[in-house]
């Protein structure tokens, strides 16, 4: 059964640092990787997408690499922002196109202006 | 991009009623369409899988019979919450497979039965 877990829960850093966001999962068998962000009571919002082949996305400020064999993926954020403030899910694609979608816990950004 | 619309973005029901909850595929056809619940500072929780044309798929411990989903067409999906109750009370967040997007999600609807 595929487990998906965020390290960490919870961050707070001032506004310019770079940070590192972790994901972990515990089936490497999957089609693709997915990173959203959700603002506090709002729907999520898509923001990179790795598919299984690939080992990176990229977009504007934001990388995410994708490490299939040890389970793992990082988002990280250039230069910081108070607009970055949210939670930060990512979620895990299982094995075939049709297969269920597995989110992560979370971890919650607070940028400090 | 892919968008999916979902309403309403907030209801408050009084107990014992029934709330539908629309998803819309706007610019794509969702043969495949996800409703998901999340508590207060939790992650989602997939509830149900609905398939056009064909009943849902549900997860253990949700229960269908409450929870009535209906796909049917391959851009509309609904969740109808019957008999709602205050522990029914949630977010209710519905997402849409597009094979070239990945999942693409809507606003989520915030449920408050009183």
């Known amino acids: 059964k595929q487990e998906v877990t965020q390290i960490p829960a919870a961050l707070s850093v001032p506004e310019g640092e770079n940070l590192v966001l972790n994901c972990s999962f515990t089936d490497s068998a999957i089609y693709n990787l997915q990173w959203f962000r959700q603002d506090p009571g709002k729907g999520l919002t898509s923001l990179l997408l790795i598919q299984s082949s690939q080992r990176e996305q990229t977009s504007g400020r934001l990388n995410a690499s994708l490490d299939k064999s040890s389970g793992r993926s990082t988002l990280y954020i250039a230069a910081s922002q108070p607009g970055d403030s949210a939670t930060y899910l990512c979620a895990v694609r299982g094995a075939t196109s049709y297969d269920k979608v597995i989110f992560g816990p979370g971890t919650s950004l607070s940028v400090i202006p | ?114």
């Not at chain 2, 851009?75 to 709602?84: I, M, R």
């Open chain 2, 1 to 114: 991009g892919a968008v999916v619309s979902q309403h309403p973005s907030w209801v408050i029901c009084k107990s014992g009623t029934s709330v539908k909850i629309e998803c819309r595929s706007l610019d794509f056809q969702a043969t495949t369409m996800f409703w998901y619940r999340q508590f207060p500072k939790q992650s989602l929780m997939l509830m149900a899988t609905s398939n056009e044309g064909s009943k849902a798929t549900y997860e253990q411990g949700v229960e269908k019979d409450k929870f009535l989903i209906n796909h049917a067409s391959l851009t509309l999906s609904t969740l109808t919450v019957t008999s709602a109750h205050p522990e029914d009370s949630s977010f209710y967040i519905c997402s849409a497979r597009d094979s070239l997007y990945g999942y693409t999600f809507g606003s989520g609807t915030r449920l408050t039965v009183v």
